[in-house]
């Protein structure tokens, strides 16, 4: 791991010299604005720069009496992209276990993955909708192929395991002992919040164990079932996929949420999930119960809290979640 | 996560030819296609989206054993937009096809066992996949006693006319053939497949594996059939049903609980199923 730190002025200058290629989440546009170039591009939410909310797969078209399909090569331009470590964890806990499973690799995801590569912001004041220490993130969480920068005394305190992609680094200055103590009792505290506050270890199953609850009525009653929260969602995954274009066309993927009847409507009329019960408990638990029982306990939420700040009747996924879980085993 | 870069386009279908369209009722059709050399590498139970260009794509039960060599077959219920589309083609049109998807009956576990196979109505077509196999010359040897009891609501509705013709006249396999309601010039057992079942078949249930499918309403009261003839839930084998994209456990649509049905099923048990939240 190497570190070090640099002026403001010098990370500023750096970031200019890739402006053209970086995009910068709103959440950091909103808290550290003196990051932003005149190029940078600011995306709302971090899964658009990998799972595109429009994607082309393949095209097709009638020609000589018959259909033919091409494929279409996905481009691999590198690019920079600048998150928060809750908006960060979103790809590496969540989205890349999704699309890069070993043999159902997503060619199209794979090759924007392989050019990205990820600026950690430290987050320094955390919202009040926000709740990453429930979900095993934390402020300063970050991830070894990162570069993770943090607002350190009128500096920034940097970070990587990457120095060959993040060349910044070769001019930062060594911090000196007692700089290092301050960095390590920050991430310490805040290691520590996120082990007392986490979410207990039986979460996952204890939820799933509540599935008949009668509390799903009632957590669902106020819902509209709008799929606001699931478009702004970093780690939705799910998606629709269909054909546009009559003798001459492609196949579309697009962004899609459990929210609405149609997802799990069959061709015959049965719904699985038809009223807002059933799909209000399948977002719940799909992030905090059957993600995290297949994929080792990682939930499969962030706690960014996104869905908080933008829900029309203030329906709280945080709320929902420790009322459940609050249930667990009936414990009070 | 490591990305591996080689990997092809998972959405992309290949375009087979349709060799043949056999008619079975008012509103299913069977279409053979073309594989052109290859052999196809599926298992029964697996299931492949079908794609018509301009259209969309569905997931549709693969109907052809892997004993079968050079085709692969599907019969197709007319229900929806690309069902309907499906129906439209003819012979010699081509169709798109990516899979095979989803896990496979449990052949290891069935090996050196007996099989009682109850179908109702189209539901024949993902057993036929695995009857077939069963039944064939170089593999029958590695199964027991053979049942099959097959039921659908009229005898217009009996699917794979031809084959059921092939298995009655089998003798190393028992065959039973039921409709809800009979006509004019049916001469055979009419009643629902539940009730014939549990009037009919005599069997040891702790001897026998059960490997059943059809609509909803058909499985729910067989299963209950074979529970009360005294079989064991992890010996009732059945297949699910959900709306499906993606058919690789990605785009979300067929989670029910911790699995995804494209990928973890389409088969379970029945004691997998009374582990499962009832959201099929």
């Given at each position: 791991m190497k570190s070090g730190k640099v002026t403001k002025n010098d990370l500023v200058q750096w970031l200019k010299t890739h402006q053209n290629n970086f995009l910068v989440t709103e959440k950091v546009a909103h808290h550290q604005p003196e990051l932003l170039c005149d190029q940078s591009k600011e995306i709302k939410n971090i899964k658009e720069a990998l799972f595109l909310p429009w994607d082309k797969l393949f095209n097709y078209h009638w020609e000589n009496q018959q259909w033919n399909v091409d494929n279409i090569q996905p481009s691999t331009s590198p690019r920079f992209l600048m998150a928060l470590p809750c908006e960060a964890r979103a790809i590496y806990e969540v989205l890349d276990r999704v699309f890069l499973q070993p043999s159902e690799t997503e060619s199209g995801y794979a090759a924007r993955r392989q050019g990205l590569k990820m600026v950690i912001v430290g987050c320094i004041n955390p919202e009040p909708t926000c709740f990453c220490h429930l979900v095993g993130g934390n402020p300063y969480w970050t991830h070894p192929d990162a570069l993770f920068i943090l607002p350190f005394h009128d500096e920034y305190y940097l970070e990587t395991n990457q120095p060959e992609q993040f060349d910044i680094i070769e001019q930062g200055t060594t911090l000196n002992k007692s700089e290092k103590e301050e960095i390590e009792v920050l991430r310490k505290q805040m290691e520590e919040k996120t082990n007392q506050e986490k979410l207990p270890e039986d979460a996952p199953q204890g939820l799933y164990d509540l599935f008949e609850d009668q509390e799903w009525e009632d957590l669902s009653w106020k819902c509209?079932?709008?799929?606001?929260?699931?478009?702004?969602?970093?780690?939705?995954?799910?998606?629709?996929?269909?054909?546009?274009g009559r003798l001459k066309g492609f196949q579309l993927k697009t962004w899609d949420s459990c929210m609405f009847p149609k997802f799990t409507l069959h061709a015959s009329g049965h719904n699985p999930r038809p009223t807002f019960k059933e799909r209000v408990r399948q977002r719940v638990l799909h992030k905090f119960s059957y993600f995290p029982l297949r994929e080792e306990g990682r939930y499969g939420c962030v706690g960014c809290g996104k869905c908080i700040e933008i829900c029309p009747v203030n329906w709280n996924i945080r709320e929902a979640v420790e009322r459940m879980v609050k249930k667990i085993g009936n414990r009070s | 996560m490591a990305i591996d870069l080689e990997n092809k386009n998972i959405y992309l279908p290949r375009l087979y030819r349709i060799m043949e369209i056999i008619p079975e009722t008012s509103d299913i059709k069977t279409f053979r296609l073309d594989l052109e050399d290859e052999n196809s590498s599926h298992l029964p139970g697996q299931f492949a989206e079908l794609f018509v260009p301009g259209v969309g794509e569905a997931p549709i039960s693969i109907t052809s054993s892997p004993t079968q060599k050079g085709i692969l077959e599907f019969s197709i219920k007319r229900t929806g937009?690309?069902?309907?589309?499906?129906?439209?083609?003819?012979?010699?049109?081509?169709?798109?096809?990516?899979?095979?998807?989803?896990?496979?009956?449990?052949?290891?576990?069935?090996?050196?066992?007996?099989?009682?196979?109850?179908?109702?109505?189209?539901?024949?077509?993902?057993?036929?996949?695995l009857i077939n196999f069963v039944l064939d010359t170089e593999k029958r040897n590695q199964f027991k006693k053979v049942t099959i009891l097959y039921g659908a609501r009229s005898p217009q509705d009996l699917v794979f006319k031809w084959e059921l013709k092939r298995w009655q006249m089998r003798d190393d396999i028992t065959f039973l053939l039921t409709v809800d309601r009979g006509d004019d010039q049916w001469k055979g057992t009419v009643g629902l497949v539940p009730n014939v079942l549990k009037e009919n078949i005599q069997v040891d249930p702790l001897e026998w594996k059960s490997i059943i499918c059809g609509p909803p309403i058909m499985i729910k009261f067989t299963i209950k059939a074979l529970l009360e003839m005294g079989f064991q839930p992890p010996d009732i084998i059945t297949t699910l049903e959900m709306r499906m994209k993606c058919g690789l456990g990605k785009c979300g649509r067929c989670n029910i609980g911790p699995y995804y049905v494209c990928k973890d099923g389409p088969v379970f048990t029945y004691q997998q199923l009374q582990n499962m939240p009832e959201e099929y």
């Open positions: 509209l079932n709008c799929g606001a929260c699931t478009f702004l969602c970093p780690t939705c995954q799910c998606f629709d996929m269909s054909a546009e | 937009l690309v069902t309907s589309a499906i129906h439209r083609l003819n012979s010699n049109d081509r169709l798109g096809i990516r899979g095979p998807y989803g896990n496979t009956f449990p052949l290891s576990d069935l090996t050196e066992q007996n099989l009682l196979f109850i179908a109702g109505g189209i539901g024949l077509a993902p057993l036929r996949s």
